[in-house]
């Protein structure tokens, strides 16, 4: 049998953890920073979680997700 395809986009995208959690990095953090808070840009620095419902979807797209 082949191997399954990955999603490349998608694979740069996320990464899984090993409870099963998707986690991704928090967009707004490119450009016009000037106007947003330290505090906020410091919150956007760290990775974030992905809900339930899209994790779902960006696990069928990595295939030993």
Avoid at 12 to 19: L, N
Avoid at 32 to 45: A, G, N, P, V, W
């Amino acid at each position: 049998m082949p191997k399954m395809k990955t999603r490349k986009s998608a694979a740069k995208r996320y990464k899984i953890t090993g409870s099963g959690k998707v986690i991704i990095k928090k967009m707004g953090l490119r450009h016009i920073l000037t106007k947003k808070s330290s505090k906020r840009k410091m919150d956007l620095r760290h990775p974030g979680v992905l809900c339930d419902v899209e994790a779902k979807r960006a696990k069928k797209m990595l295939p030993y997700g």
